[in-house]
């Protein structure tokens, strides 16, 4: 059985940092495409940023320069580095796991920018 778990989220104040982590197990986790999205209260969830099993990594406009998307395979763990926290960064973010066998999905981790 897939399991995708997340951690890390908690209340932080603009300008600050987060790291989250997700750990994933009964999947081939070198094989998967790793991700982190998000929802915030009343949105769709929208991508956060990727990392292919290739080594590639992509990530959405908003959040470019200011995180850093990172994986350990040997830790079947993936990273997600937040630096320079805003207000509309507030939101659940969701892990991901991918392969083409798989498609799991965390329960989120909320994380909370105060102004």
């Known amino acids: 059985q897939v399991q995708v778990v997340e951690s890390g989220g908690g209340l932080v104040q603009a300008g600050g940092s987060l790291r989250l982590s997700c750990a994933a197990s009964?999947?081939?986790?070198?094989?998967?495409?790793v991700g982190w999205y998000r929802q915030a209260p009343g949105k769709q969830r929208e991508l956060v940023a990727t990392?292919?099993?290739?080594?590639?990594?992509n990530y959405a406009d908003s959040v470019k320069g200011r995180f850093t998307i990172s994986r350990d395979n040997a830790k079947n763990t993936v990273y997600l580095q937040m630096n320079s926290l805003k207000p509309e960064d507030t939101a659940v973010y969701y892990c991901?796991?991918?392969?083409?066998?798989?498609?799991?999905w965390g329960q989120g981790t909320q994380v909370t920018v105060s102004s």
């Open positions: 991901r796991a991918r392969t083409t066998r798989y498609d799991a």
């Open positions: 009964g999947i081939i986790f070198s094989s998967a495409t």
């Open positions: 990392f292919t099993s290739g080594g590639s990594t």
